[in-house]
């Protein structure tokens, strides 16, 4: 792999410098390239496709954050960075590593607020429904409620502070003197030209590696035959150049997967469905496991299943909510949402045998009234009982973003296996280490834009500093 590449000597000749290079122009990428700009140094982003996008676009562009003003404008006063750091713990049943979580609960709500107020950008708290695992209403999104609109408003902020970004330039090498202090990038562009670009500060934002099969084999082989719902070029350079310099790696083998995955469309349908009253049946018509669990380790579950799809399965009244997400509009567009005036139809339209269908949704009715308890453990009993007329998609279960990576500090420099920091490498969203812990059934709704954000700010302020005085700020508090 070209990107595991580190060099101990002295570049041949450098074409130019530069006080903090970022590589990666996703969500961390952006936001650290504005903060290290704050901070008074020059900045250049470097990015390996032709056009930015990365795993930002592909994502719901959801981010939680406690503690804001935009929660106390819609009357969510009690939410803290404490409470926050309690769910994430919470979620991953106290694997998280707490320092990282902690750190990602005090630094994302500021890092918002700080993008809204130096760069305009508008945030909105969804408040229709709480996430799985979430105590209050805290996600936030930009008003188009997608990731693709989030990174572009991140583009123009960027533009705006007049930061290059650099396209088609994929790094291929870190140069590092005896201290492993990075001195230059090699860059190779599609047509295999090379430049060197010499550097005060290094930051990687270039996520994890779910678009590198063979790793995944290797730390996720639970999910290596799923579908990868994410950027390709996700292959893990950070992962590879952080085991060269010797860094402290944790939980490989954590994950963000999603049990519903419109297929085979490609389509993401919205795990609001299931909070909301929707259940998932198999090809055999039955139910297999508690939807609330959580959507993560719902891709096991639906993978786990004959030919390892299932129908997500929902009325009218869902049907109406679900038109709130734009991937589901999309869905809709494409022909993957199919409709039924009762459940022989529903069976009709799935090809799901009608006997069993029905015997689901009549115990799903069940439980819901309270005459029956779900042997899963899902309590039914908050939300209306499904009608006719039903709403069916036919899904997969998918591997969206790995979750371990390089562990870094509470001002985001990497660490060296004993504990110590390097002198200027700092990482942050799927490059570094998240807080959901090492297994996919840790992955709180939104973790991560949390630390590609959160990091990202972090690791921004950081460097920057650190180019511009040779020290850094703590910006945990």
């Known amino acids: 792999m070209n990107g595991g590449r580190i060099s101990r000597e002295i570049p041949e000749s450098i074409d130019a410098a530069i006080d903090v290079v970022v590589i990666g122009a996703g969500a961390c990428g952006l936001v650290a390239a504005l903060r290290a700009r704050a901070a008074g140094s020059e900045v250049i982003v470097l990015e390996r496709d032709a056009s930015p996008s990365g795993s930002t676009s592909m994502s719901s562009g959801f981010v939680p954050a406690p503690g804001t003003r935009f929660q106390k404008e819609i009357g969510v006063t009690d939410d803290t960075p404490e409470r926050f750091a309690a769910d994430i713990l919470a979620k991953s049943k106290g694997k998280s590593d707490a320092a990282l979580a902690r750190l990602a609960s005090v630094s994302i709500g500021p890092a918002l607020e700080w993008l809204a107020d130096a760069h305009g950008l508008e945030w909105i708290v969804l408040d229709d429904f709480l996430y ?9 999104a930009v008003p188009e409620k997608t990731g693709v609109a989030l990174e572009a408003r991140l583009l123009s902020a960027v533009e ?5 970004v650099v396209t088609e330039a994929h790094v291929t090498r870190l140069y590092a003197d005896g201290h492993d202090r990075i001195s230059a990038v090699e860059i190779t562009r599609p047509d295999g030209a090379t430049e060197v670009l010499g550097c005060k500060v290094l930051v990687l934002a270039c996520n994890g590696f779910g678009g590198n099969r063979a790793l995944v084999r290797q730390h996720i ?12 070029g996700n292959t893990g350079d950070a992962l590879t150049w952080g085991e060269a310099l010797g860094a402290r790696i944790r939980h490989l083998s954590g994950y963000q997967g999603h049990g519903s995955l419109a297929h085979p469309h490609g389509i993401l349908i919205s795990w609001a469905l299931m909070m909301e009253g929707g259940i998932q049946v198999n090809s055999e018509g039955l139910r297999f ?3 609330h669990g959580g959507y993560s380790e719902q891709a096991v579950n639906v993978l786990a299943q004959p030919g ?4 997500n399965i929902y009325d009218a009244r869902l049907h109406d909510f679900a038109q709130n997400f734009p991937d589901y509009r999309e869905a809709m567009t494409v022909g993957a949402i199919r409709e039924a005036a009762d459940v022989s139809a529903l069976a009709r339209v799935t090809g799901l045998p009608g006997a069993a269908l029905a015997r689901t949704l009549s115990e799903a009715a069940l439980y819901q009234s309270g005459q029956a308890t779900d042997p899963f453990g899902r309590d039914f009993t908050g939300k209306p009982a499904l009608a006719a007329p ?22 985001a420099r ?4 004993n504990g110590s920091p390097f002198a200027n490498l700092f990482a942050g969203g799927g490059a ?3 807080v959901s812990g090492p297994d996919v059934s840790g992955y709180l709704s939104g973790n991560g834009l949390l630390t590609a954000i959160g990091f990202g700010s972090v690791a921004g302020a950081s460097a920057g500093s650190l180019a511009m005085t040779g020290a850094t700020v703590n910006t945990a508090d």
Request: charged share 20%.
């Open 432 to 434: 570094a280490c998240g």
């Open 289 to 291: 496991s508690n939807e």
């Open 308 to 311: 390892g799809i299932a129908w």
């Open 132 to 140: 799985p695992g979430h105590s209050r209403h805290r996600m936030h």
């Open 160 to 164: 705006a502070a007049e930061i290059p």
């Open 221 to 232: 082989p639970e999910i290596a035959d799923g579908l990868y719902y994410g950027h390709e």
């Open 414 to 417: 990497v660490l060296r296996e």
């Open 390 to 411: 039903y709403y069916a998609v036919k899904v997969t279960g998918a591997l969206f973003h790995t979750q371990g990576g390089l562990m870094i500090d509470d001002q």
